[in-house]
C-alpha cells in the first residue's frame, strides 16, 4: 500500500520546500442569509480566481464556501451540495492540471467527498476528524470512522482526506489533557492522509511550537504536514521549510481579509518572496 507522503507527492510534485494551495472562497451561495449573485456569476468568479492562481504558479487550489455565514453544523442542505458541485466541476475544467480541493463548512465532510468525487476533484479538508470539540456552531463530534466508509462505499478512494487537528475557531477544553502531538497521532492511527494546522482564527498564524511537535508525529509516520492559516509573505520562511503544503487564502485577498477579491499584486509577491526561499533551499 502506498504511503500517504507518496500520494501526496504524486499530487503535488516531488519538490524542495512546501505545496502553496491557493483559497477560492466561493461566494454566498442560495438559501444562505448573504446570499445574492446568479450561480453563473458565483462560478465565473470562481474560475477566475482559480486561473489566475495557476497563472502565478501556485500548486494547488482550494473550494471553500466561506461566504455561508452562519454555517450550518456538520450537514448541508442540497441546494450547497449541488452549489458546490457546478463551482468545483467548472472550476476543473478550468485549470484541468491543477490539484483541486473541496471544503464544505462547517464539518459537511460527507457532502465535501461527494462533490470532489463527482467533480473530478482531488483531496478534501475535512475538519472534526478526530476527537471532539466546541465550534461556532456548537458541538463537533469525531467524524473518522463514518467518513472513511462513506468515501470506501462510493468509489472515492482516490480523493485524500486532509484533517484538521485543535481546529481554528473552536474550544478545545474538553480535550485540554491531550497534547497536539497526541492529537496528530490519533489522527494518523485513524488513517489521515494529511494533518492541517492552523492557529486561533482565520489568517492567525500557526503556532510554531505546537507545529514542531506535529512535524515530529507526521515526519515518523510518513504523512504530510499542512499550514492552513496565517500565512504571508513576512513568514512564510518560518513554515516552509516544516510543512509539505501551505494554505493560503487572506492574504492574497485586498487588505488581507477573506471576503474581498484576490488581490494579484499580494499573490505576486508571496511566490516571488518563495523562489528566493527556493533558491536557498537548493
Same mark, same amino acid.
Given at each position: 500500500?502506498?504511503?500517504?507522503?507518496?500520494?501526496?507527492?504524486?499530487?503535488?510534485?516531488?519538490?524542495?520546500?512546501?505545496?502553496?494551495?491557493?483559497?477560492?472562497?466561493?461566494?454566498?451561495?442560495?438559501g444562505?442569509?448573504?446570499?445574492?449573485?446568479?450561480?453563473?456569476?458565483?462560478?465565473?468568479?470562481?474560475?477566475?480566481?482559480?486561473?489566475?492562481?495557476?497563472?502565478?504558479?501556485?500548486?494547488?487550489?482550494?473550494?471553500?464556501?466561506?461566504?455561508?455565514?452562519?454555517?450550518?453544523?456538520?450537514s448541508?442542505?442540497?441546494?450547497?451540495?449541488?452549489?458546490?458541485?457546478?463551482?468545483?466541476?467548472?472550476?476543473?475544467?478550468?485549470?484541468?492540471?491543477?490539484?483541486?480541493g473541496?471544503?464544505?463548512?462547517?464539518?459537511a465532510?460527507? +457532502?465535501a467527498?461527494? !462533490?470532489?468525487?463527482?467533480? %473530478?476533484?482531488?483531496? *478534501?479538508?475535512?475538519? /472534526?476528524?478526530?476527537?471532539?470539540? @466546541?465550534?461556532?456552531?456548537?458541538?463537533?463530534?469525531?467524524?473518522?470512522?463514518?467518513?472513511?466508509?462513506?468515501?470506501?462505499?462510493?468509489?472515492a478512494?482516490?480523493?485524500?482526506?486532509?484533517?484538521?487537528?485543535?481546529?481554528?475557531?473552536?474550544?478545545?477544553?474538553?480535550?485540554?489533557?491531550?497534547?497536539?502531538?497526541?492529537?496528530?497521532?490519533?489522527?494518523?492511527?485513524?488513517?489521515?492522509?494529511?494533518?492541517?494546522?492552523?492557529g486561533?482564527?482565520?489568517?492567525?498564524?500557526?503556532?510554531?511550537?505546537?507545529?514542531? +511537535?506535529?512535524?515530529? !508525529?507526521?515526519?515518523?509516520? %510518513?504523512?504530510?504536514? *499542512?499550514?492552513?492559516? /496565517?500565512?504571508?509573505?513576512?513568514? @512564510?520562511?518560518?513554515?516552509?521549510?516544516c510543512?509539505?503544503?501551505?494554505?493560503?487564502?487572506?492574504?492574497?485577498?485586498?487588505?488581507?481579509?477573506?471576503?474581498?477579491?484576490?488581490?494579484?499584486?499580494?499573490?505576486?509577491?508571496?511566490?516571488?518572496n518563495?523562489?528566493?526561499?527556493?533558491?536557498?533551499?537548493e
Amino acid at each position: 500500500m502506498d504511503s500517504c507522503l507518496s500520494r501526496f507527492s504524486r499530487l503535488f510534485g516531488s519538490r524542495v520546500g512546501a505545496a502553496v494551495v491557493g483559497m477560492v472562497h466561493v461566494q454566498a451561495l442560495p438559501g444562505t442569509p448573504r446570499h445574492q449573485h446568479p450561480m453563473d456569476a458565483i462560478v465565473e468568479r470562481a474560475c477566475r480566481e482559480a486561473a489566475l492562481y495557476q497563472e502565478l504558479g501556485l500548486d494547488g487550489v482550494l473550494v471553500e464556501n466561506m461566504h455561508d455565514v452562519p454555517y450550518l453544523r456538520g450537514s448541508v442542505g442540497p441546494e450547497i451540495t449541488a452549489g458546490m458541485a457546478r463551482v468545483c466541476s467548472e472550476v476543473r475544467r478550468a485549470v484541468p492540471k491543477l490539484p483541486l480541493g473541496v471544503q464544505i463548512l462547517s464539518g459537511a465532510n460527507k +457532502e465535501a467527498l461527494a !462533490v470532489a468525487h463527482v467533480s %473530478g476533484a482531488n483531496f *478534501i479538508r475535512a475538519e /472534526g476528524y478526530v476527537f471532539s470539540h @466546541v465550534a461556532d456552531e456548537g458541538w463537533m463530534d469525531a467524524c473518522a470512522g463514518e467518513l472513511l466508509r462513506y468515501r470506501k462505499s462510493i468509489g472515492a478512494e482516490n480523493v485524500l482526506v486532509f484533517t484538521d487537528v485543535k481546529k481554528k475557531h473552536s474550544s478545545h477544553a474538553v480535550t485540554a489533557d491531550l497534547s497536539i502531538a497526541e492529537m496528530a497521532e490519533a489522527s494518523h492511527f485513524f488513517l489521515s492522509d494529511g494533518v492541517v494546522l492552523t492557529g486561533q482564527a482565520t489568517g492567525s498564524p500557526v503556532n510554531c511550537r505546537e507545529m514542531r +511537535e506535529v512535524r515530529d !508525529v507526521t515526519a515518523t509516520h %510518513g504523512i504530510p504536514l *499542512i499550514i492552513g492559516s /496565517g500565512v504571508t509573505e513576512t513568514n @512564510v520562511e518560518q513554515y516552509y521549510k516544516c510543512a509539505d503544503a501551505l494554505i493560503v487564502g487572506s492574504h492574497f485577498k485586498e487588505n488581507s481579509h477573506w471576503m474581498n477579491d484576490v488581490d494579484r499584486s499580494h499573490v505576486e509577491r508571496f511566490m516571488e518572496n518563495l523562489k528566493e526561499l527556493n533558491h536557498s533551499l537548493e
